[in-house]
Structure formats: C-alpha cells, structure tokens
C-alpha cells in the first residue's frame, strides 16, 4: 500500500496561489488513482481533483481552470497548483488513493495523508 503525505499549506490573500505537495512512498503510486480532497470543519470531505493512472485529470466544478494537479514520477510527488484562490476555498486538505478507476466518493480511497492546511483570506 502506498503511504502519502502533504506539505505546501498556508495562509495567502485572496487572488494568490499555493503549490501542494503529495509525496508517495511504499508502493508505486502509479498503480493507483490519485485524489485530492478538501474539509472543512462540520463538513463532508468533498473531491477537488482526480488523476487516473493514464494522466487524465478531471476537476471539480467549483476549482476548474484554477487548481492543477500533476505529478513527478521522478521524485515521487503529486502536485496541487492553485491558482486565483477564494475565501472558500479555506479547507484542511488531502491527497488519497485508491486501486482502479477515480471515483469522487473518498470513502473508496484506501491511503490519506494527514491533511494540509489552507487559509484564504479576503
């Protein structure tokens, strides 16, 4: 199984930009789908960004054509580039994955990183 943490959290003002970062290790991650995942408190954990296995990315509606997500199979890493950041976007997040096909329900992810914080302020 592989194990997954985050880094790259912060604070910024709205309008700015923050690069999350998800380092694998264990497994290769390139076996699985990955996902990130945002919550805040009181709230479900809901999906931000999926990356199949062949590289295909699909976003959600709320973060398209402001958050990225790659990765470096050189170093291991998944990458969250967020872009024109809001208020709302203020959430603990995750990066997480699972075997198979993405799936936005984050209850089918098998592996969770501890969460990074974001904070956007107006």
């Known amino acids: 199984q592989v194990q997954l943490a985050e880094s790259g959290g912060g604070s910024v003002q709205a309008g700015g930009s923050l690069r999350l970062s998800c380092a694998a290790s264990g497994d290769s991650y390139n076996w699985y789908c990955m996902g990130w995942f945002r919550q805040v408190p009181g709230k479900e954990r809901e999906g931000v960004a999926l990356?199949?296995?062949?590289?295909?990315?699909t976003y959600a509606g709320s973060v398209e054509g402001r958050f990225t997500t790659s990765k470096d199979n050189t170093k291991n890493t998944l990458y969250l580039q967020m872009n024109s950041l809001k208020p709302e976007d203020t959430a603990m997040y995750f990066c997480a994955a699972r075997s198979g096909f993405c799936i936005w329900n984050p209850l089918r992810y098998t592996s969770w990183g501890q969460g990074t914080q974001v904070t956007v302020s107006s």
């Open positions: 990356l199949e296995r062949d590289g295909t990315t």
